[in-house]
């Protein structure tokens, strides 16, 4: 073990965690056990929640809210539970401001149809300005082209310093007095990096305008306190913080809910329905129309409790000392060069790098050779791929059940991968 290596145990019990994991134990290639280096796109489920969604589905599967029978009434309690649950964890003031979605992309759109539809002094159109920024994953910039090209108004961003961080100097010139909204990442799915979050809010409310926070890679990391944050919406999903896929939410503040519009119409948002005009019912149910995910928020529940009783500042420090083990590692590596910061410091569980000449698809086929899971590509945060002028890059990202072996496993997987290519 290096010496690196011996500051690590003992952060988590990361061999009783992994326990709860059962894909973790799979092999692949001719008995390979897997490395799965890919938390930042899908998370993997523990028992806990696996058991969550059997329970549900063979006990008490029934839609919610309408029916007055006991498996319908046990439904409607275990969905509703599930909002309780996530309103603690993310200390939501009240659990009417958690709405369920079914991933964080759809939160965003729902955020930019609000404000598109929405009356003065929310309303968004061709005399507003739209602020977001260069490293965001497309979820978070293809709504607000949409909404700019739909309504006119301008859309604005900031770009990225060489060491991937946000270039805030010309921040009074970005956020003005015409700006309705500002979206942003609190942490970059593509280059780590955690965002000067209390800056930009100061400006946004010095102008006025409203804070969107994609939290889709902070909160399943870190203590998520949405009251702290000051932010007028918070999205993140399920499916990457040990919940199922298909599970999204979007926190935002109670006024706002009350005063913007509905995106999706149908039942359940309804208050009252006639022929010729609608009343709708009180946030949340206002933006849940139709069937909601109830097993999966059902599952996000679960997750919750599980991620919950290991504890976010926990698996906060493990994270970031795993991190802080792999920037070493792989900066010891000929020819790797990672896209961001190259420091612990101040960045996530997400490390994109390229390596020499070899392109990011030929380093993941060879490492899935030997098991080692990682993602290649642009991320669904081409624009960050064309300001570094990269085609696309290697991602390896962690979790609470990541090990420094597996660390080690990808830094010797790539020098196989640069034996192969010569």
């Not at 659990?95 to 002094?121: H, Q, Y």
């Not at 209390?198 to 998520?224: F, N, T, Y």
Request: proline fraction near 5%.
């Amino acid at each position: 073990m290096t010496d690196a290596r011996q500051g690590l145990t003992g952060l988590l019990d990361t061999e009783a965690i992994r326990k709860d994991f059962p894909i973790l134990d799979r092999t692949v290639h001719d008995g390979k056990k897997i490395v799965y280096l890919d938390s930042a796109a899908t998370s993997q489920k523990p028992r806990q929640v696996l058991d969550a969604l059997n329970t549900y589905y063979e006990r008490h599967n029934a839609n919610v809210h309408r029916g007055v029978y006991t498996i319908a009434e046990e439904a409607t309690a275990l969905y509703e539970g599930a909002r309780d649950k996530v309103a603690a964890f993310i200390n939501a003031p009240s659990r009417d401001e958690v709405i369920f979605t079914k991933n964080a992309s759809e939160s965003l759109n729902l955020v930019a149809n609000m404000l598109g539809w929405a009356d003065e002094p929310y309303r968004v159109d061709r005399d507003t300005e739209i602020v977001t920024t260069e490293m965001e994953h497309h979820s978070n910039i293809v709504p607000w082209q949409l909404l700019s090209q739909r309504t006119g108004a301008k859309l604005k961003w900031f770009g990225i310093t060489d060491d991937g961080r946000l270039d805030l100097s010309n921040i009074d010139e970005i956020i003005t007095e015409k700006t309705k909204i500002v979206s942003f990442t609190l942490v970059s799915n593509i280059l780590g990096t955690v965002n000067p979050v209390e800056q930009i809010i100061r400006r946004a409310q010095q102008v006025g305008a409203l804070v969107c926070i994609d939290a889709s890679q902070a909160a399943p990391h870190m203590v998520l306190d949405v009251q702290a944050l000051q932010a007028d919406f918070v999205a993140f999903t399920g499916h990457k913080m040990v919940g199922p896929t298909g599970i999204g939410v979007l926190w935002g503040r109670q006024e706002l809910l009350e005063d913007l519009p509905p995106f999706l119409g149908g039942g359940e948002m309804i208050e009252t329905v006639s022929m010729h005009s609608s009343t709708y019912a009180p946030a949340p149910h206002k933006f849940e129309a139709g069937t909601p995910p109830i097993a999966q928020a059902v599952g996000l529940g679960a997750a919750v409790d599980y991620l919950s009783a290991i504890g976010m500042e926990n698996i906060h420090r493990h994270e970031q000392a795993i991190t802080e083990y792999a920037v070493k590692r792989l900066l010891d590596v000929p020819g790797l060069r990672i896209i961001g910061p190259a420091t612990a410091e101040d960045r996530g569980a997400t490390i994109s790098f390229t390596l020499g000449d070899i392109h990011p698809h030929d380093v993941g086929q060879v490492l899935d050779e030997m098991g080692i899971c990682v993602r290649v590509g642009h991320h669904c945060a081409r624009p960050v791929c064309l300001r570094y002028g990269i085609p696309a890059t290697t991602r390896a990202s962690f979790y609470l059940y990541s090990t420094p072996a597996e660390v080690d496993a990808l830094v010797d997987g790539l020098e196989h991968v640069r034996n192969f290519f010569g």
